[in-house]
T-cell receptor, first 113, second 114 residues
């Protein structure tokens, strides 16, 4: 069964600290993996999209890694800011169309001053 | 460029009623997809339209339907509302109908069924 599991479920860090969010998946055949940031009451915003051949992709202070062999991805946030407080959702796409998008439950990050 | 616009932002309906939600994609985007987001189930794919044709459908009952107009604007309809339909309904648009296309989400319509 295609599944995406994210950990931790929630996380609290102090402003300025780094953190890493995890995403493990069992999706086949794999097409791509996406990370989204969703602020409370708003729609998700794309951070990165990675295909099978990409190991690392950065977007400002956000760096995503992908290990297709172990089917794991991580999202690293550097020098966190209060505005990073949000839910981070990992989405894995199997080939074959939008109905093959498998969403993780998300990690809720709170950055405290 | 204006982003994806969803209307209305909030809706309160009674069980048994029907509701129509609207989505205006980013100009030039021909693919529009719809998602349901609930605290218990997370984000779930409803359906996707490209050039007025439904190309993909998720595992939702027939009470959930949609359509896309020639200007790429899309509507989603839910008939015979149930309490479990209370959710945030998100629409996303993309330039291409391809697995790797970035999805641009609107801010959603919050539907409450009482």
């Amino acid at each position: 069964k295609n599944q995406v599991e994210q950990s931790p479920q929630s996380l609290i860090i102090l402003e300025g600290k780094n953190c890493t969010l995890q995403c493990n998946y069992t999706v086949s055949p794999f097409s791509n993996l996406r990370w989204y940031k969703q602020d409370t009451g708003r729609g998700p915003v794309s951070l990165t999209i990675m295909t099978f051949s990409e190991n690392t992709k950065s977007n400002g202070r956000y760096t995503a890694t992908l290990d297709a062999d172990t089917k794991q991805s991580s999202l690293h946030i550097t020098a966190s800011q209060l505005s990073d407080s949000a839910s981070y959702i990992c989405v894995v796409s199997a080939t074959g169309g939008y109905n093959k998008l498998i969403f993780g439950a998300g990690t809720r990050l709170a950055v405290h001053p | 460029k204006a982003g994806v616009t969803q209307t209305p932002r909030y809706l309160i309906k009674t069980r048994g009623q029907q509701v129509t939600l609207s989505c205006s994609p980013i100009s030039g985007h021909r693919s529009v997809s719809w998602y349901q987001q609930t605290p218990g189930q997370g984000l779930q794919f409803l359906f996707e339209y490209f050039s007025e044709t439904q190309r993909n459908k998720g595992n939702f009952p027939g009470r959930f339907s949609g359509r896309q107009f020639s200007n790429s604007r899309s509507e989603m309809n839910v008939s015979t509302l149930e309490l479990g339909d209370s959710a945030l309904y998100l629409c996303a648009s993309s330039a291409l109908q391809a697995d790797g296309s970035p999805l641009h989400f609107g801010n959603g319509t919050r539907l409450t069924v009482t």
